[in-house]
């Protein structure tokens, strides 16, 4: 029986022992199989991975480009005229309303010519009857009845007596006032029935079938303006066709002005249709410079790395970074800027999705942008 019992016990132990190897066993194989588990991982997140761009691109053609100088500019009216009473008096007829229009020598106003009438009438009696004393002096000066001495004075009392006449004229004359020049009656400042008083202003006229555009140029900027040159003048906030007014420089100043240091200048424009208006401020167009084939790129396609600028442009699906030079804006599209240096015609310039590029960068085009 003691027998059994030891033999029982033996071999309990050596269950044990066998069932501590297996597990030893296959704790050492799970360690094993780890770091490949984990150098595979890493093998996977190290490699690289390919992204492609989606972008825009705008196939660069010649265009013509023009750089502008734009400058703040006053419309006057080619004639503004203050018309003022040559005499005083009583105002006793008013013609045109404010914004009639008239032509030159069409009567304004007239003041009271009744006293002035009879001013007339009485130099012209004291003339007809200067020439007969005169006729009659002369006559006896012929006939050796009168000297010398009464003759001369029988003519200079006749030379008196026509100036008289002659400014009686002159005098009612002036009680009418005519309009110097066509234009339109802008302002009347009297009424009917009110006195005026010699050289007082009593209505304004303008002409503004043609205007005056002054503008103060900058000493650097005027070597660009000369007589006869063309101009633009733009009426509004826009650069538009529309709001644009074409025109021509009419004289350049040939000294500054001692403060500003500016040199003024007219430019002369046509008005028939009334598009502008005297008092307006406006915008002068001078061109600097025109160039026939430009090729033009948005401001915001150009990238600035420091030293210099730089464009993106498509080819066979990779961005290409391309240095480039530029030259001048676009007055009429004032997004739009030259490139004298580093782009052809034909070349696919990207316009969107550059600034998310690197050189090589593969890219996808979805679509084309016209300039």
């Given at each position: 029986m003691k027998r059994l019992v030891n033999a029982v016990i033996i071999l309990g132990f050596i269950a044990l022992m066998a069932y501590v190897a297996i597990l030893a066993s296959a704790k050492n194989r799970s360690n094993n199989s780890r770091p490949k588990e984990v150098a595979l991982a890493r093998d996977e997140s190290t490699q690289p991975t390919t992204s492609v761009v989606r972008v825009k691109v705008a196939v660069m053609r010649p265009q013509p480009m023009a750089e502008a100088?734009?400058?703040?500019?006053?419309?006057?009216a080619w004639e503004d005229i203050d018309l003022s009473a040559k005499a005083g008096g009583t105002v006793e007829w008013v013609g045109p309303k404010e914004g009639d229009r008239v032509t030159s020598g069409e009567v304004i106003i007239r003041l009271?010519?009744?006293s002035r009438q009879a001013v007339l009438r009485q130099a012209r009696a004291s003339l007809a009857q200067a020439e007969k004393q005169y006729e009659r002096i002369s006559s006896l000066v012929r006939e050796k009845v009168a000297n010398q001495a009464e003759l001369d004075n029988a003519i200079a009392q006749r030379d008196v007596a026509r100036a008289n006449f002659e400014v009686a004229e002159v005098a009612l004359a002036d009680a009418t006032l005519r309009s110097p020049t066509s234009g339109v009656i802008d302002r009347i400042h009297v009424d009917r029935g009110e006195h005026v008083n010699q050289g007082q202003v009593v209505a304004k006229i303008v002409q503004t079938d043609r205007l005056k555009v002054l503008v103060n140029v900058p000493e650097k900027d005027v070597c660009f303006c000369k007589g006869g040159q063309p101009a633009t003048v733009f009426c509004g906030d826009q650069?538009?066709?529309e709001q644009m007014v074409i025109g021509k420089i009419g004289y350049v100043a040939l000294?500054?002005?001692p403060i500003?240091?500016?040199f003024p200048m007219r430019i002369e424009i046509a008005n028939q249709d009334g598009k502008l208006r005297p008092g307006m401020i406006v915008r002068a167009g001078l061109i600097r410079q025109q160039v026939a084939d430009a090729l033009a790129v948005p401001l915001y396609a150009v990238l600035d790395r420091g030293s210099h600028k730089a464009v993106f442009v498509e080819e066979d699906g990779k961005a290409v970074e391309r240095r480039v030079e530029l030259g001048i804006i676009d007055f009429r599209k004032s997004d739009r800027i030259q490139v004298t240096h580093g782009l052809s015609?034909?070349?696919r310039l990207i316009v969107v999705g550059h600034r998310d590029l690197a050189h090589g960068m593969s890219v996808e085009v979805e679509g084309t942008v016209e300039l």
């Amino acid at each position: 029986m003691k027998r059994l019992v030891n033999a029982v016990i033996i071999l309990g132990f050596i269950a044990l022992m066998a069932y501590v190897a297996i597990l030893a066993s296959a704790k050492n194989r799970s360690n094993n199989s780890r770091p490949k588990e984990v150098a595979l991982a890493r093998d996977e997140s190290t490699q690289p991975t390919t992204s492609v761009v989606r972008v825009k691109v705008a196939v660069m053609r010649p265009q013509p480009m023009a750089e502008a100088l734009l400058l703040p500019a006053t419309v006057e009216a080619w004639e503004d005229i203050d018309l003022s009473a040559k005499a005083g008096g009583t105002v006793e007829w008013v013609g045109p309303k404010e914004g009639d229009r008239v032509t030159s020598g069409e009567v304004i106003i007239r003041l009271d010519t009744a006293s002035r009438q009879a001013v007339l009438r009485q130099a012209r009696a004291s003339l007809a009857q200067a020439e007969k004393q005169y006729e009659r002096i002369s006559s006896l000066v012929r006939e050796k009845v009168a000297n010398q001495a009464e003759l001369d004075n029988a003519i200079a009392q006749r030379d008196v007596a026509r100036a008289n006449f002659e400014v009686a004229e002159v005098a009612l004359a002036d009680a009418t006032l005519r309009s110097p020049t066509s234009g339109v009656i802008d302002r009347i400042h009297v009424d009917r029935g009110e006195h005026v008083n010699q050289g007082q202003v009593v209505a304004k006229i303008v002409q503004t079938d043609r205007l005056k555009v002054l503008v103060n140029v900058p000493e650097k900027d005027v070597c660009f303006c000369k007589g006869g040159q063309p101009a633009t003048v733009f009426c509004g906030d826009q650069i538009t066709t529309e709001q644009m007014v074409i025109g021509k420089i009419g004289y350049v100043a040939l000294t500054a002005d001692p403060i500003s240091r500016t040199f003024p200048m007219r430019i002369e424009i046509a008005n028939q249709d009334g598009k502008l208006r005297p008092g307006m401020i406006v915008r002068a167009g001078l061109i600097r410079q025109q160039v026939a084939d430009a090729l033009a790129v948005p401001l915001y396609a150009v990238l600035d790395r420091g030293s210099h600028k730089a464009v993106f442009v498509e080819e066979d699906g990779k961005a290409v970074e391309r240095r480039v030079e530029l030259g001048i804006i676009d007055f009429r599209k004032s997004d739009r800027i030259q490139v004298t240096h580093g782009l052809s015609k034909g070349d696919r310039l990207i316009v969107v999705g550059h600034r998310d590029l690197a050189h090589g960068m593969s890219v996808e085009v979805e679509g084309t942008v016209e300039l």
